[in-house]
């Protein structure tokens, strides 16, 4: 159950909320569970336990998220433009149709979360753990995967063009032949099942180079 006082200082709005986190520092937040579909443009919940609560169909855009924790949360087809989720803690969270264009989700726990059709474009991934997680007909375009982990990651007609693999941890990842890795940018990947001696593989990548990797996964 949330703290009550909590959720109702986040709806007497952000301005009042957010002069609340300033003059509040020590408080960790606890709206674990709490239903909220208001206008979050620009809210702090940083730090926040958010553990499972429904963000569904809301407005987060440049949202300060960073370190909190959104395990089994629902943000479908939520707005989360430009928020800042580095480090947060999204593992099993329904971000299916979410809109995080822009977000930055460095470092992020993304583990068994279902991005299904959200809109990754230009997103900062880097060093995220996207093991077991649902990607499929999502839209990564220009997204940075650097030292990411893809480990049994669902991908299929996802759309990477663009994006960037740089040291990227991968392995059994499922993918298509509309998974769209056109353009990609990758100097160096780190494998396990696709080559059986080294596990990592230096040099930089052409996109037909690396698609050739994969052809076992499609």
């Known amino acids: 159950m949330p703290n009550q006082q909590h959720v109702t200082l986040l709806r007497n709005g952000i301005n009042i909320w957010n002069s609340w986190r300033l003059n509040h520092p020590e408080v960790t937040p606890d709206l674990r569970g709490a239903i909220v579909r208001i206008n979050l443009n620009g809210v702090d919940l940083s730090y926040a336990d958010l553990s499972q609560a429904d963000f569904s169909m809301t407005d987060l855009i440049e ?5 909190a924790d959104f395990s089994r949360a629902n943000f479908s087809v939520a707005n989360l433009s430009e928020a800042n989720l580095s480090e947060a803690n ?7 149709g979410a809109n995080l264009s822009g977000a930055n989700l460095s470092g992020a726990n993304l583990s068994g979360a279902n991005l299904k059709g959200a809109n990754l474009k230009g997103a900062n991934l880097s060093e995220a753990n996207l093991i077991v997680t649902n990607l499929s007909n999502a839209n990564l375009t220009r997204v940075n995967l650097t ?6 990651t669902q991908a299929l007609n996802t759309n990477f063009k663009k994006a960037t ?17 056109e353009e990609i940018v990758c100097d160096f990947l780190y494998l ?15 996109p037909e180079k690396f698609n050739k990797l994969f052809e076992g996964a499609i």
């Open 63 to 67: 949202a300060k998220l960073f370190q």
């Open 90 to 96: 999204l593992s099993g969270a329904n971000l299916s």
């Open 147 to 152: 030292r990411a982990s893809l480990v049994a």
């Open 165 to 181: 693999f740089t040291q990227a941890k991968i392995d059994r990842w499922c993918i298509s032949k509309t998974t769209n890795l």
């Open 192 to 206: 396990k099942c696709y080559q059986t001696k080294d596990r990592s593989k230096p040099g930089k990548f052409t």
